[in-house]
């Protein structure tokens, strides 16, 4: 399954709006018309694949499973530490959350990958529209290997364990800063679409050089995108799909400067540009 000539992407679902990182949010950004759906994954301690973007608990959104609230400076809620059954008692939808005023509330929690991955195929299957792209973002830095996450050569092949047990492989982009991440993926797994994550100012060269190949996607910070950024990546062949853009009026910016994708938080907005 090829990207598309535009690809519009649910951040985490569809975070403005409903929790991110959930089976809701994601239903729902399918039901806006995304083409694709970004999410973030970690590891649990008994090795398996969950949503989240956070490592541990973050106190701005998630509740403790007695739906309790935890200071910042108390939180010792890792969830690589955590088994998955314990993970699951976390309510991660209930509280407000500031940053995303207009988030509507509900009990829920994080979910495994293989859940969401089932529950997605079933709402397009159902809804009878095109299949969609997963684009799964591997949350690993070199700093917290052994401490969030595995390392990148476990985590990557946890993850793709669940890809191919669900046979989505054509329908799946593994993205990451990490270039290690990539690097464990492509070899292996040349068929799949990789696309690096970019938030640094090296240039887009030196970024490629310490990949050491050419992605399907460069994928850099809508701040970082220009003109020149954006034919450079053609060049080589590649898509630029930039994130996180949540206002209209970027949106449309963008999509002039040429990018092949906008990733955002208010996939409603989609339906204006
Ligand atoms: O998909 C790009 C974007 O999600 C990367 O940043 O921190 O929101 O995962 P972050
Ligand atoms: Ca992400």
Wanted: aromatic fraction near 8%; charged fraction near 25%.
């Amino acid at each position: 399954m090829e990207l598309p000539a535009f690809d519009m992407e649910g951040h985490r679902g569809a975070r403005g709006l409903l929790p991110e990182n959930t089976i809701p949010s994601m239903l729902l950004a399918l039901d806006l018309g995304v083409t694709t759906l970004e999410l973030d994954v970690l590891i649990t301690k008994d090795e398996q694949v969950i949503l989240s973007h956070d490592p541990q608990l973050n106190p701005a959104y998630e509740f403790l499973p007695a739906g309790e609230a935890v200071a910042a400076a108390n939180n010792t809620y890792t969830w690589y530490d955590l088994n998955y059954s314990d993970i699951r008692k976390f309510d991660v939808g209930s509280r407000y959350y500031e940053e995303f005023p207009e988030q509507q509330k509900l009990q829920v929690h994080k979910p495994l990958l293989s859940e969401v991955i089932d529950a997605v195929q079933a709402h397009v299957k159902e809804r009878k529209r095109k299949p969609v792209l997963f684009n799964i973002e591997l949350k690993s830095e070199p700093e917290t290997d052994g401490k969030f996450h595995p390392r990148p050569e476990v985590f990557a092949q946890l993850v793709m364990d669940v890809v191919h047990e669900k046979q989505v492989q054509e329908q799946v982009i593994i993205q990451s800063f990490d270039v290690r991440i990539m690097q464990a993926v492509h070899p292996k797994y040349p068929h799949i679409k990789t696309a690096l994550l970019v938030e640094n100012s090296d240039s887009f060269e030196t970024n490629l050089q310490r990949l050491g190949y050419s992605p399907v996607s460069y994928n850099p910070w809508y701040k970082l995108v220009t003109p020149a950024l954006v034919a450079d990546c053609h060049q080589r062949g590649m898509k630029l799909i930039t994130w996180t853009v949540n206002t209209l009026e970027e949106m449309r910016h963008l999509k002039q400067m040429g990018v092949d994708g906008i990733i955002s938080d208010y996939p409603n907005l989609f339906r204006q540009l």
